[in-house]
């Protein structure tokens, strides 16, 4: 037994009564040993699940041995829990032939179906996951919804009955992962003015007892951990701690703020150093005109706007004046103080392992014109589905009420990506793109017939209104389009 929560036995019973009387039956002997339960206990006992990350450029050593200012300090970050409204669920039924359809609070349909397989040792066209939608996921629900539908899946496969895990809030938040807890310790090298000549940063997340994703966040914290700044010389260290803690997962951010968090101190502490305003160092750091626009990773940051969004937000936000009010106020009053910041933030968006960069769609036209569409994604609360129909409706042309969007499973786009990663809209709004060209560059060959445009211009017929409309003023309504596209034999 690694941590607190962890899975020993499933019971599966009549009702839920009948479950919890049954749990109380089960007596447990356990061995206790010394348990690791912070960072610094892994550090100090060489606890760890990943080898260490490194990103390097320069030579920092040198740099810090010749730096005229040069701090050293440490940072840390508590976890978070998702809490989302609706804990985390799953209902499994047993079809014919040994398959199984789950119905899963999930970010990540495809990856349950892949780890109910597992489990079972049946391969996954034997199960189909949906996903209606989520009360809440925030990252809680990327890769630890699966062992909870895993646990109604054997159960169903057991008993040949369904079998719905639904956690509770004591147990959600026992059983779960959470936010990476993060512990860092840095040296920075910086001139008179506060330009940062070298960082080094050493920082450790704490996985708990098993990987979960934790390495992609520590790496996601690496990339995070320059922020908005150029940092001519540099060395960030990441590695993940084993403790005797949940498994933590994914969370809104993954890893990226608690990079921030780290570059951040380091600036407000070069301010206090020098008796600068914090808003000066972070302008006179930021990323800019070449050779100040090379990422620590080597990605090259184009087009960057970081100077004129901070002139403008200056200006219109009344900084400065507000900043002397402030002071002034602060200056006459004894127990209440206040106070006015201002931080950039630069955040990747989309997937670290590209491959993941994909989406999927599946939209069919009824011989009567009304749509049907499927995509990969899941919708949590962050409106997709509605983009989603926006997309379709625009594509052809027609209003939302002619198109029944469904629920998304993995037998009408199978293999997906997770719904994470501030990817979500722009993947999969890209792939019902696709699909819904695909579908209308075969209507447009049965419309320019029926509107006398010659097959050279089908392009141009537009979608819009209802209609397929031709440069030439004919117009066809869309439903009348498809009915005669479907008598034509065209395959939509």
């Known amino acids: 037994v690694q941590c607190v929560g962890q899975h020993l036995a499933l019971i599966v019973g009549k009702s839920l009564k009948h479950c919890r009387n049954a749990a109380k039956l089960i007596e447990l002997e356990y061995k206790v040993e010394k348990p690791v339960l912070t960072i610094e206990q892994a550090i100090a006992q060489d606890s760890y699940l990943t080898p260490p990350h490194i990103i390097r450029r ?14 050293k300090g440490k940072v840390s970050t508590g976890g978070q829990d998702h809490f989302y409204l609706e804990s985390q669920a799953a209902l499994a039924i047993p079809d014919e032939q040994g398959t ?14 892949a780890k109910i397989g597992e489990v079972l040792g049946i391969p996954r066209e034997r199960i189909v996951v949906e996903t209606r939608r989520m009360g809440g996921g925030f990252g809680g629900k990327e890769t630890q919804a699966a062992p909870v539908a895993a646990l109604a899946a054997l159960g169903a496969i057991v008993t040949k009955c369904p079998v719905k895990v639904w956690f509770n809030r004591d147990q959600d938040m026992t059983q779960t ?43 996601r914290c690496l990339f995070h951990l320059d922020n908005s700044y150029y ?23 993954f890893g990226g703020p608690q990079g921030v968090v780290v570059i951040e101190e380091v600036i407000n502490r070069i301010g206090q150093t020098l008796n600068l305003d914090s808003t000066l160092v972070r302008q006179r750091n930021f990323y800019g005109e070449a050779p100040r626009n090379i990422a620590p990773y080597g990605q090259v940051i184009e087009d960057c706007r970081l100077q004129r969004i901070f002139e403008e937000l200056m200006k219109s936000s ?13 200056d006459e009053s004894t127990w209440v103080k206040r106070g006015i910041a201002f931080q950039p933030v630069k955040f990747g968006i989309s997937f670290t392992h590209s491959v993941l960069n994909q989406a999927g769609a599946l939209v069919l036209i009824y011989s009567d014109g009304s749509i049907q569409l ?33 629920d998304t499973a993995t037998d009408k786009v199978p293999n997906t990506s997770a719904t994470a990663a501030s990817s979500g809209s722009d993947l999969n709004g890209q792939a019902v793109r696709e699909a819904c060209k695909t579908l209308k560059a075969r209507l447009r060959k049965v419309a320019s017939k029926m509107l006398a445009v010659d097959t050279s211009h089908a392009h141009e017929i537009s979608f819009v209104n209802n209609q397929a409309k031709a440069p030439n003023g004919n117009a066809v309504e869309f439903s009348d389009l498809v009915q005669t596209a479907y008598n034509s034999q065209v395959s939509l």
Request: net charge negative.
């Open 58 to 71: 320069g030579d920092i050593d040198k740099t810090l041995a010749d730096a005229k200012h040069m701090l």
């Open 374 to 406: 499927n995509h990969g994604g899941t919708e949590m609360g962050q409106g997709l589905h509605t983009k989603m129909l926006t997309i379709c409706a625009h594509e052809f042309g027609v209003s939302k009420d002619r198109i029944r969007l469904m």
């Open 231 to 253: 940092i001519p010389s540099l060395e960030f260290t990441g590695r993940v701690a084993k403790t005797n803690l949940v498994s933590n997962t994914a969370f809104r951010g």
């Open 318 to 330: 009344s900084y400065t004046q507000r900043q002397n009010d402030i002071q002034k106020f602060n």
């Open 100 to 113: 199984l359809h789950i119905h899963s609070s999930t970010q990540h349909p495809s990856e349950v179906q």
């Open 177 to 219: 992962g959470k936010r990476h807890p993060f512990y860092s310790e840095y040296e920075v090298a910086f001139t008179d003015e506060g330009v940062i000549e070298g960082l080094k940063v050493k920082t450790f997340a704490d996985g708990g007892w098993s990987c979960d994703l934790s390495q992609a966040i520590l790496d």
